[in-house]
């Protein structure tokens, strides 16, 4: 009976994973949101399928939740271990029609995952032995024009080889609608969506101190004061020449904090929140280059960039405090954008991105983002595998093999998990516009004859040696994580048996307290 609430249970959680399945490959089929507002949006994208649905059923909320902690931690790979999931809990159906208790599945998967990381280890080759822009052309799966593929792949591994094993944070992507694709630059650090705050400002300074700050730019009140308040004293300006006198004060404080910060070698100054516009003449008077509202995280990442403190204000600016860098302003998509390089800090990149509408740019966008952390994982790790599912295929007749020599109902549970493997390969086949089963046989074939590089090419619509001239790979690192969330995934959905509400627990615990305590008499 269990079973049979578990399949109930988890309806929703396979309907996602058959919608995630079709958008999967290079050829996925794009699917249309509707948001509750009116809003219809049109991707291809499995993490932005699953981050934009309407999330009520707890089971899908479990599934959204352990896919976007799989996509936090490697930017690609999501739709397959959505793929996967869906087919271990198809299976899994099937198995408990057949009297196989949730146990004795799990049993089995867990066997099944073992054979096929083994599996894993013996399909990898060394990295050494193609170049890592193929596995960024792999995962750049956001245009399928080969020119555009080629070149922004070689910028991938390029950056990545620049930035070494932190790539993913250190290389930020960054898209602007108009242009094409092929016009993506790489630039070698932190560029922000924003210009100076006055045209009179100078738009480049070389080689100058910049002041990073995290409140407002603006004369400073009397009476103010930064960290612990210990004693607070109020003005009152009633006539005016007084209060002519406190403006002058204060005018004459910010002068006296920008004169320090310019002697200390200060350039440019950049702050997360605004530049007052009384004081935005005077900073331009002073050769200085303002650039507010700048996010916390851009911030961060100048200042490691430029060996940067970020300080309060700019009465904490200090020669110590400064980074050093170059600061250019530059016109780009229509608009000012400002490049920030050094060679003071950490190697940061920016890859900037052209796509002709906002739908391709963040697409193209999300697919670079895959193409670093692919890169840079196999960089890591030295290791890639056969891509276009062809790993799949392996393990899963390795599988099936294999796991003859298991006993009972365990050997049916791995035997379910090897031909749960086979989903990957027949989706890919299914989106180019290949006959799924055809294509699986084909597979097989192969694995039988010991080619386990055969798999599927989806841009040039077969099934083809992946390693040939345009190796298909990707790293073994991201396979293996793959194969071990997608199965987590699977059991922890397999053993769900009932649905209970936490506040009707709660009332019933309560109830029998009320019941269990003893009777008191009050005096």
Sequence with gaps: MACMVNKELVAGVRTVCD??????????????????????????SSTELLDRLDVTDPAVTLL???ASGFDDLNSDGTGTVVTLAG????R??????????????????REGLDIALDALDHTA????????????RTALTGTRNPQV???VSAQVAAAVDAA?????????????????AAETELVSGVVLERGPVLESMARSRSGTGIALLSSTVDVPHAGSQLGRVSRRVEFEADSFAD?????????GTFTEQLRAAVDAGCGVVITERAINERVQSELSAAGILGINRVDADELQRIARATDATVVPTLAQVSEATLGRGSVDVRRKAGRDMTFVTSDAGETTHTLFCRAPDPRTVAAFERSVEAAIASTAAATRDGRVVPGGGAVEATASWTVSRESQSLSGRQQLAAEAFGEALMAVPRALAATAGLDAGRAAVRLRVARSDGRDSVGIDALAGTTADVLGELPILEPVSLKRDVLTTATELAVQLIRIDERLHATDLADGRAADAEEDAPDTEMA
């Design 19 to 44: 919608v995630v399945e079709t958008a999967l490959g290079p050829f996925g089929a794009n699917k249309l949101l509707i948001q509750r507002d009116g809003t219809v949006t049109a991707t291809a």
């Design 64 to 66: 959204d939740s352990a």
């Design 87 to 90: 087919a271990l809990l198809q």
């Design 92 to 109: 899994a159906d099937r198995l408990a029609e057949r009297g196989l208790h949730p146990t004795a599945i799990e049993r089995g998967y």
């Design 125 to 136: 080759r060394p990295l050494s032995s193609f170049e890592p822009s193929d596995v960024a």
């Design 149 to 151: 593929r080629r070149a």
């Design 164 to 180: 070494g094993a932190d790539a993913s944070e250190r290389i930020r992507v960054l898209s602007r609608t108009g242009g094409a």
């Design 243 to 251: 209060r002519e006198a406190l403006a002058e004060h204060e005018s």
